[in-house]
Nanobody, 124 residues
Framework: VQLQASGGGLVQAGGSLRLSCAFS????????LGWFRQAPGKGHDFVAA???????YYADSVRGRFVLSRDNAKNTVYLQMNSLKPEDTAMYYC???????????????????WGQGTLVTVSS
């Protein structure tokens, strides 16, 4: 599975950005896609994920501000990020897995496929 992330950039606090992740290759009908982020000097934190069914999951820190959607026809997921805060500044990575179980949806180690990161910088 190949993943291509895009949409990062520099935005002022309170602004919005939309990240995209296009996926291709050998995908199963149960493929799950997630977003993680890594701030400088920190580990990968779960942001959001969506299952083939369309069910979405969010980290507490972004719930109510970020919206994850999935376009199966275009093999693309979108992360709409609103009310951005300086603490949202990080490299954002999309990830995929063909056989993810629900209990692993927030686990960085559980995803088999990763795209390149896209940098989001939120200025205060």
């Amino acid at each position: 599975v190949q993943l291509q992330a895009s949409g990062g950039g520099l935005v002022q606090a309170g602004g919005s950005l939309r990240l995209s992740c296009a996926f291709s290759g050998r995908t199963s009908g149960n493929i799950a896609l997630g977003w993680f982020r890594q701030a400088p000097g920190k580990g990968h934190d779960f942001v959001a994920a969506v299952r083939r069914s369309g069910h979405t999951y969010y980290a507490d820190s972004v719930r109510g501000r970020f919206v994850l959607s999935r376009d199966n026809a275009k093999n693309t997921v979108y992360l709409q990020m609103n009310s951005l805060k300086p603490e949202d500044t990080a490299m954002y990575y999309c990830a995929a897995d063909n056989s993810l179980i629900l209990s692993d949806i927030r686990r960085y180690e559980a995803y088999d496929y990763w795209g390149q990161g896209t940098l989001v910088t939120v200025s205060s």
